[in-house]
């Protein structure tokens, strides 16, 4: 029973094609499962209706022989920041309760053409601000590998994207979407002992993301295997006209080489000695450690490097992220939709109840913060500073991916995800949201500040028994050889997302 | 001659109120700049794709971008780009190799963004010029140029409509994303009449571009002033900014009003505060306007969901899918009014204030362009004296635009060629006009037959109404054959109502002459 569980994303499609197993039966059981982890709250709404009406459809197209895709009936979920028609899209906040999106995010639009099934919406920080989706009007997501669930004895996802990483994490589906800003995909992925990616920033269109930080956001993809992933990333990248900041150039399907035919020996990692800092774990720099030295038996080149300007990134991330949070938070005034308050004596009363009513101390604080930032005697100070210091950090990685000689440069950057495994939840909701980012988003957000691809992939289980991961970063582009090198990990470690005896022990 | 041109131009556009004139104060020098946002002509708005109609039913051309629905994203369009491209080539100005967006932050009901997307650090164009006649009642026509500082791309905003009576607003999103140029113009103007001149060459050049309808009455073009005094020699003076112009010729009267008003202040010992003005087109005055916003800070931003905007600046460069060749614009440039004038006083022989006149009536110019080709033979004058001095105070007289006149350039050739080969005399070409226009699309010859307006030139006849214009009029008769030629008039006058305006006067005049030398 559940056999299909284990699958991958092509094994499953295949068994489909084969006729072994529906589509419309893997999506009963995902939606059964769903509800039996309700605990997990994965999910702020499941879909089952559109879920068994696309299984349905897809099963038909099996029988007829004319899939749409290699997609064809896999059951996946959505973060509740990207539009999906006719389907509630709250960001988590009281702002957009009740906001029901009129069209489909493009990355939707893609899967659902691809047909995938829509198993529902997931759990997430308000408005993607946040490292633990802890957050949410709908409550914080759990993780599924917390030994106990109860009171305050769990440990958090991680977030913003919590949600989406718990729900292909406990295997109710083959994948989830995510949207990553400084490590919203990598980070609970890291957590949950998943599959994280972080595309080049322009290769996935953020048409329908309801935005964060617009020059970082990107959307994330959440799979079991780095196979997975690639199957999704073929399925939601490429130019969208819809979206001007995405990369024109077509996008060329990714083909990783076989596993036996991987060959590390022209491959060069770089080991960045900034990222070794502060509140790392014995335990990921053993794991961090123990990755380098596999890869350099393996036959890589391993090197140290250095990032010089990543101690200040976290701070330049801050300031940008709160002025775009800003200035994209200046729409919901309760005029067009979302939360609208009573009190209507004015224009202006108007506006300041439903904001002050319609977001969390999260979000005010940041707005609060970006527009005094952005204030014309502020702006040079602090935004255009922070401008320039972005351009200093991304031409670190643009040196030591291009400039210099070959021996000098690398093609691969290994780091840890997180500083550490899962924190309980009230060690961490003990912090302040600030605080948190800080020691969160330390290793991720780099990658967002320059735009280029990052992976978090999990390796090993902690003394605690919570999943420890590593991040891969390339750049721009080279999602090929980041997936690839990747992939060659995943395999060596062997690590496996369902040996979680709590996935089990939950549905039983 | 002069006088008699500009007649008709004095009631037209450049009425002003006695009381708003400003007498001449040799001690006070005014400054005046001006910000126009003029729509850009386009069937889809700035950033969407939704339709651009006015008067379109309410909130019915809004995107899901346009109405700010979480997620979407603004995409550039490519039309705009090229119709700011072209104005800002027609207007000398540098058209920069790269442009940027920014965000403009404020509240208010009807922009849903809670920003607007305007370009701050880096607009399309900067440093052009607009040199323009000023056409002044009672002095001399000069020309004026003014720098263009700058020419930037933008979108409009929603409009909030408010019921006083069930004491809530609306807003209607229809407006909210057309795209707009706005043209920052240097303050090197001194007075209402240079202002209001700057904006109709503008305008001119703007309806030859096809970049924007002008259409004020539509918003389509919105002028801003920014007007100031100072006594010679001393700073420039604070100044006030006079919102809510709605036609060249308030631009005129507003401007005027507010020099005179920031005079009248300042000689009564009072002083003129940093503030936003409306005129009130009723009342002809401009009226402070309640200040909602206490010393605004936009919070400009980079819009980092469009990418800079860049263009090809190398000559002979072709457009392609990606990039905007400026010099493959600059070809579609067509020619422009100045030039025009130019060409009229050269080939046509005009003098250049018929030649502005001409230029300043695009319909009249048409008019004359078609007339001249196919009637070679009449005279240019004699063409520009019809257009101007009877089809434009036909106009004027029944309160009609001359562009709304029923009248085509083949009715107005006809009546001409009627008119030159003696058929009809100038009372009936000028009685033509009037029943050409109210019975658009009869033909002129059946109107000449319908009303009997064919000139009556057969000597006979006019012999014998000559006889008895003397016969009626024995004293002006006397006073002709005494010497005083004057009389003449009276006796052809005489004729003239004898005849039903329809003899011949030129030979009524000879005729005349010969039966009084008898």
């Known amino acids: 029973m559940r056999r299909h569980l284990q699958l991958g994303i092509k094994q499953l499609t295949a068994s489909y094609a084969d006729g072994h197993i529906s589509p419309r039966l893997v999506a009963d059981t995902a939606l059964d499962d769903a509800v039996k982890l309700k605990t997990l709250n994965a999910f702020v709404r499941l879909t089952p209706e559109l879920a068994l009406h696309q299984a349905n459809e897809s099963a038909h197209r099996y029988k007829e022989g004319q899939i749409h895709s290699n997609l064809d009936g896999v059951p996946i979920a959505i973060k509740d920041n990207f539009s999906t028609a006719g389907v509630l899209t709250t960001c988590a906040s009281r702002m957009l309760e009740d906001f029901v999106p009129p069209y489909d995010a493009t990355v939707y639009a893609r899967l659902r053409e691809a047909g995938t099934v829509l198993l529902g919406k997931t759990n997430m920080d308000q408005?993607?601000?946040?490292?633990?989706?802890?957050?949410?009007?709908?409550?914080?997501?759990?993780?599924?590998?917390?030994?106990?669930?109860?009171?305050?004895?769990?440990?958090?996802?991680?977030?913003?994207?919590?949600?989406?990483?718990?729900?292909?994490?406990?295997?109710?589906?083959?994948?989830?979407?995510?949207?990553?800003?400084?490590?919203?995909?990598?980070?609970?992925?890291?957590?949950?002992?998943?599959?994280?990616?972080?595309?080049?920033?322009?290769l996935v269109s953020r048409y329908g993301l309801i935005p964060l930080v617009n020059s970082m956001?990107?959307?994330?993809?959440?799979?079991?295997?780095?196979?997975?992933?690639?199957?999704?990333?073929?399925?939601?990248?490429?130019?969208?006209?819809?979206?001007?900041?995405?990369?024109?150039?077509?996008?060329?399907?990714?083909?990783?080489?076989?596993?036996?035919?991987?060959?590390?020996?022209?491959?060069?990692?770089?080991?960045?000695?900034?990222?070794?800092?502060?509140?790392?774990?014995?335990?990921?720099?053993?794991?961090?450690?123990?990755?380098?030295?596999?890869?350099?038996?393996?036959?890589?080149?391993?090197?140290?490097?250095?990032?010089?300007?990543?101690?200040?990134?976290?701070?330049?991330?801050?300031?940008?992220?709160?002025?775009?949070?800003?200035?994209?938070?200046?729409?919901?005034?309760?005029?067009?939709?979302?939360?609208?308050?009573?009190?209507?004596?004015?224009?202006?009363?108007?506006?300041?109840?439903?904001?002050?009513?319609?977001?969390?101390?999260?979000?005010?604080?940041?707005?609060?913060?970006?527009?005094?930032?952005?204030?014309?005697?502020?702006?040079?100070?602090?935004?255009?500073?922070?401008l320039r210091v972005r351009r200093l950090i991304a031409q670190d990685f643009a040196k030591v991916f291009e400039a210099g000689s070959v021996e000098e440069n690398v093609d691969i950057l290994l780091t840890p995800t997180t500083l550490s495994d899962a924190p309980l939840y009230k060690d961490f909701a003990a912090q302040s949201n600030r605080d948190q980012c800080a020691v969160q988003d330390f290793c991720t957000q780099?990658?967002?500040?320059?735009?280029?691809?990052?992976?978090?992939?999990?390796?090993?289980?902690?003394?605690?028994?919570?999943?420890?991961?590593?991040?891969?970063?390339?750049?721009t582009l080279n999602e090929e050889l980041l997936l690839t090198v990747a992939s060659w990990i995943e395999n060596q470690v062997g690590f496996d997302c369902l040996q979680n005896k709590h996935v089990y022990e939950a549905r039983s | 001659m002069r006088k008699y041109f500009l007649a008709p131009l004095q009631v037209r556009q450049l009425a002003t109120q006695p009381k708003l004139a400003v007498k001449p104060n040799h001690q006070w020098k005014s400054v005046v700049g001006l910000e126009v946002h003029a729509q850009i002509s386009s069937t889809s708005k700035l950033f969407s794709g939704s339709g651009t109609t006015f008067g379109a039913p309410l909130n019915s051309a809004v995107s899901f971008f346009d109405a700010s629905i979480p997620g979407t994203l603004p995409v550039l369009n490519r039309k705009c780009v090229e119709s700011g491209i072209k104005t800002a080539l027609a207007l000398g100005c540098q058209v920069n190799e790269v442009s940027m967006f920014d965000r403009k932050h404020y509240f208010y009901a009807d922009l849903p963004n809670g920003y607007q997307i305007t370009q701050q650090r880096a607009a399309l164009a900067n440093n052009g010029k607009i040199s323009f006649p000023v056409i002044t009642?009672?002095?001399?026509?000069?020309?004026?140029?003014?720098?263009?500082?700058?020419?930037?791309?933008?979108?409009?905003?929603?409009?909030?409509?408010?019921?006083?009576?069930?004491?809530?607003?609306?807003?209607?999103?229809?407006?909210?994303?057309?795209?707009?140029?706005?043209?920052?113009?240097?303050?090197?103007?001194?007075?209402?009449?240079?202002?209001?001149?700057?904006?109709?060459e503008l305008m001119l050049i703007l309806r030859r571009l096809h970049t924007c309808s002008c259409k004020m009455e539509e918003g389509a073009l919105r002028v801003d002033a920014n007007i100031s005094i100072h006594k010679t020699g001393e700073p420039l003076g604070v100044r006030t900014e006079v919102k809510n112009i709605g036609s060249v010729r308030s631009i005129s009267q507003a401007i005027s009003y507010e020099i005179n008003r920031q005079i009248k202040q300042v000689a009564a010992g009072g002083i003129i505060t940093n503030e936003t003005r409306s005129w009130d087109a009723d009342g002809r005055r401009t009226v402070a306007m309640r200040d909602k916003e206490v010393l605004q800070d936009y919070r400009f931003m980079p819009e980092p969901n469009l990418p800079p905007l860049h263009v090809n600046l190398k000559p002979g460069s072709q457009s392609t899918e990606d990039l905007i060749s400026v010099a493959a614009l600059s070809e579609e440039i067509p020619e422009l009014p100045e030039h025009t004038r130019q060409r009229l006083v050269e080939h046509y022989k005009l003098n250049s204030e018929t030649a502005i006149i001409l230029v300043n009536e695009p319909i009249l110019l048409e008019h004359f362009l078609n007339i001249t080709k196919s009637l070679m033979d009449v005279p240019t004058k004699v063409v520009t004296n019809f257009l101007i001095n009877d089809l434009l105070t036909y106009c004027n007289k029944i309160n009609v635009d001359v562009e709304d006149c029923a009248l085509s350039s083949t009715d107005l050739k006809d009546v001409l060629k009627s008119l030159h080969s003696e058929e009809i005399n100038l009372q009936a070409a000028r009685q033509l006009i009037e029943l050409l226009h109210n019975n658009p699309k009869t033909d002129i010859n059946t109107l000449i037959e319908q009303h009997n307006l064919q000139q009556i030139s057969d000597l006979n006849t006019i012999e014998s109404y000559c006889q008895q214009a003397i016969n009626n009029q024995p004293t002006a008769a006397q006073q002709y054959r005494k010497g005083k030629t004057k009389a003449l008039f009276a006796l052809a006058g005489e004729v003239a109502k004898l005849s039903a305006q329809k003899a011949n006067m030129k030979i009524v005049v000879q005729c005349l002459e010969k039966l009084l030398k008898d």
């Open chain 1, 127 to 202: 408005f993607a601000m946040g490292a633990g989706t802890v957050d949410s009007i709908y409550g914080p997501t759990k993780n599924v590998w917390s030994d106990d669930l109860s009171k305050d004895n769990w440990r958090i996802a991680g977030g913003s994207s919590g949600g989406s990483a718990s729900a292909v994490a406990a295997g109710i589906c083959y994948a989830a979407i995510g949207s990553d800003t400084g490590g919203s995909t990598r980070n609970p992925a890291s957590y949950c002992g998943v599959v994280g990616l972080k595309p080049t920033y322009g």
């Open chain 1, 446 to 475: 780099p990658a967002n500040m320059a735009g280029i691809p990052a992976v978090s992939i999990p390796v090993r289980l902690s003394k605690a028994g919570l999943p420890l991961s590593l991040q891969l970063m390339s750049n």
């Open chain 1, 217 to 386: 956001d990107v959307p994330g993809i959440f799979t079991r295997s780095i196979a997975d992933c690639v199957e999704v990333l073929n399925t939601v990248a490429g130019p969208d006209v819809k979206d001007s900041t995405t990369i024109r150039r077509p996008f060329k399907r990714l083909q990783l080489p076989k596993l036996e035919e991987i060959d590390l020996r022209s491959v060069r990692i770089g080991i960045p000695k900034e990222y070794h800092c502060e509140g790392l774990s014995t335990e990921m720099l053993e794991t961090w450690t123990k990755v380098a030295d596999l890869l350099e038996s393996g036959g890589a080149t391993v090197r140290q490097v250095s990032l010089p300007n990543t101690a200040a990134s976290i701070f330049v991330y801050t300031i940008l992220n709160q002025c775009e949070v800003a200035s994209n938070m200046a729409r919901y005034d309760g005029i067009e939709y979302g939360h609208r308050a009573t009190d209507d004596r004015s224009t202006e009363q108007l506006y300041a109840h439903s904001r002050a009513e319609g977001f969390n101390h999260v979000v005010k604080t940041r707005i609060l913060t970006g527009n005094f930032l952005l204030l014309r005697k502020n702006y040079d100070h602090y935004f255009e500073k922070a």
């Open chain 2, 137 to 200: 009642p009672g002095t001399k026509v000069y020309y004026k140029s003014v720098k263009l500082l700058q020419l930037q791309l933008e979108q409009d905003s929603g409009k909030s409509l408010h019921d006083d009576e069930l004491k809530r607003s609306l807003v209607d999103l229809n407006r909210a994303g057309l795209p707009l140029m706005e043209l920052v113009f240097a303050p090197d103007l001194e007075t209402g009449e240079e202002a209001a001149s700057l904006v109709k």
